[in-house]
Every structure is written in C-alpha cells, then in structure tokens.
C-alpha cells in the first residue's frame, strides 16, 4: 500500500490532478499498485482564508508518505513569490528534493521539428545548489560595502565574506553560484544510478567549463571519477551547444545531467519540442527521501474553471510517480494509455481535440482498465 499525498494546489491544479487521480484510481483496479491518497489543502485559498503556507503539520504528515502527487501553485490574488517561495521553494528544501527529472519524449505529430525523429531525452537537473541559492548582494556607494552571505542548507551551513569596494562610484550587484563536492556526487551519483537503469551507455553532463571554470571545473572532475566507476561514457556539452543540438540531434541524446540554472532554461526549451507546457511531467527527487511529481505547468489561472486544461502533463506525472514507486509496468501503461489518446485525437483545444479535461482523463482511465488481464 503507497501512501500518497495529493496537492491539487491552485487553478488548472485543482482540475488535472482530479484527472489524474481517475488514471491512478483505474491502474489500481487492474494491478497491483495500491494507494492510499490523502488530500491536503495547500494552495492560496487556504493562505487568503488562515495565512498559513507550508505548516509544521503539514511538513510532518508529507514526511510520512511515500510520495507526493502535486497540481500547480500561483493565483493573480497573491502576490508574486509569495506562495512560490513559501511553499514550492520550502518543499524543495525541507525534503531536499535534490534531482529535477524531465523527461522530452517525442510525441509526433506534436513535435515542432522538421526531421521526424523519436527522441527520449531525460533530464537530470539538479535542483539545489548552482546560480538558484539566492546568494547574491548589492555594493556601493548607496549600499556600503557588505558583503555577507549566508546559506543554510540540509548538508552545510555557508558563510561567505566579500570584501567588496567599489571604487570608481558605481554600484554593484551580484549573484553567486556555488558547488559542493557533496552536492556535485550525489548528483553524479543519481545521474549513473539513472542511466545504469535506463540502459544508456553515457551520461551527458551540461555546463560551461570554458567559462565558469571554477565551478564547472569541479563538477566535470567529480563526473569523470564518478562516471568511469560506473563503467559508463561521459560527454561534455556546452549549453549553448546543447540548445542547438536539441533541435537539429535530439535523438542523440539519453540521459542528460545539468546544472540548476541551465537546467532551468533547457527543459523550458524540451517542454516546447515534446508538445507544449500541457505535455510534460516532472519529478522533484530526494531518491533517499519523500519525492514529489506535477506537471511542468503552472496555474494558468488565465484558463482555470473552464475544464479545458491539458490533463496529460499530470498524467505522465503520475507514470513518473509510479516508475519512482517501483510500478515500471504501470508506468509503462500510462505511456501507452496517452499515446492512444493522442493516436485517437481524444484531446483537449489546446492539442487540437474537443474533450474537456475531465473527459480527457476518463479516456485515458478507460484505456487503463480495458488492459485488464
Ligand atoms: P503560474 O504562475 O502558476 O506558473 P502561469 O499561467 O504563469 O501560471 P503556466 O500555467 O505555466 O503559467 O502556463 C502558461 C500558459 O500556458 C497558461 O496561461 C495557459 O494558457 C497555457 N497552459 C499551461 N498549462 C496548460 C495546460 N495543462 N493545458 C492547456 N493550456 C495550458
């Protein structure tokens, strides 16, 4: 039995994750995945009614489940960063969900690239540390000269000194990146995990050494070790070789580990050449503690209410909910279940169909139950 907490969370949330619990519901008609959802009512509703975003109890009952099934945060009432920082930035941080995977499967004939090519590209993200730590500052004339810096982590606690003067008059602000040697292995170590289990002969680790040396120089020796006591090939890829790579190779490419900034960009990049924000799914993993799956959207309270919003992205979710669980089959199912939808046009406007959300979901539940064995 997996406990599972569900967030729908805010807008478009609130309906693709109903859907996606009718996909999950039919895959435990007709296998041996069994659940036990528990929905808890984090969103902006609750934080306009009581002001409460993350709560203590909160963060203990989603520490005793197996996994968490989440919707989308953000509403046009709150302002922005608000719930973003207080409750998706503090998830990932208290549960130290420290790999962000997505995957960029070719869904023809959604894919926007001219060589019909399948591709299955997964992403590796590392979700913690990089340019993404909010170590950064202002010097100057109109701020003295700081500067201190200090980041509390799970792993390390930081402190960073600048001695910081500007002398010609002008003002400064920065951002810095940092690696750990223990955030780059764990990462490396994930990675090969990943592609062990993939079956990919490499890992592609995404940088740009020949610039941020200092940085990127560590990584790519940790990867080196890492990658050759895995008995695996490494390639280096610049990013902006990587970007244009995507589009004119991305067959070429497996499993693919990037940094948090550049990952950032990239799997907006993948998110546009599988089919669009309605397409994606993603994993926030802490692969020794409680990971985390939604749709690569957000709210988009500009269609939310209307029962048109794209429920597959929180379907493939759930498949990524379920390969994490140790269901491959099931998930595997759920890969299927979309290709028919997509194969049968049983989609939402914005693929091109005339279904709403939830009957979108209904086919795709009933696609689950009629493999039943
Ligand atoms: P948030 O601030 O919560 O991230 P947003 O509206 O700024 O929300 P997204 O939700 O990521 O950003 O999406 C941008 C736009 O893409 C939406 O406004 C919507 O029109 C469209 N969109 C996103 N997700 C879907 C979906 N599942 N189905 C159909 N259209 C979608």
Known sequence: ????????????????????????????????????PEEVPIG??????????????????????????????????VAPGVLEQGILLRMRAVFDQYINLRPVTSWFPLVPLKREVPFDIHFLRENTEDFYMGAGGEFGPSHGDPAHIHIRRETYDLDVDLKASASNGDDFAFEIG?????????????????????????????????????????????????TAEYGLDLEFMFVDAMAMAMIVRPETFGTVAVPNLFGDILTDLGAQLQGGLG????????PEGVSMFE???????????????????AVLAAQMLLENQGFPEE?????DAVRNALDTRQ???????????????????????????
Request: some cysteine; glycine content about 12%.
């Open 279 to 286: 397409m994606g799914g993603s994993g926030n993993i802490n």
């Open 44 to 77: 902006s509703d609750r934080y306009l009614r009581t002001g409460e975003l993350l709560t203590d109890e909160d963060i203990a009952l989603l520490k005793s489940k197996d996994a968490i099934y989440f919707g989308a945060i953000g509403d046009p009432r």
């Open 331 to 335: 998930g595997k199912l759920l890969h």
């Open 178 to 226: 940092f690696l750990s040697t223990r955030g780059i292995e764990r990462f490396a170590d994930y990675a090969c995990r990943y592609a062990k289990a993939r079956g990919d002969s490499k890992v592609t680790l995404v940088d740009k050494a020949n610039v941020c040396t200092h940085v990127y120089g560590l990584q790519r020796e940790i990867f080196k070790r890492k």
């Open 295 to 313: 749709p690569i959207h957000g709210s988009a309270p500009d269609i939310a209410g209307r029962g048109i919003a794209n429920p597959i992205a």
């Open 1 to 36: 039995m997996k406990h599972i907490a569900v967030i729908p969370g805010d807008g478009i949330g609130q309906e693709v994750i109903a859907a996606g619990m009718d996909v999950l519901d039919a895959v435990s008609e007709i296998s041996s995945f069994q659940f036990d």
């Open 347 to 373: 989609t939402t406007p914005d693929l091109g169909g005339s279904l709403s959300t939830s009957e979108v979901g209904r086919g795709i539940a009933d696609y689950v139950r009629s493999t039943r064995r």
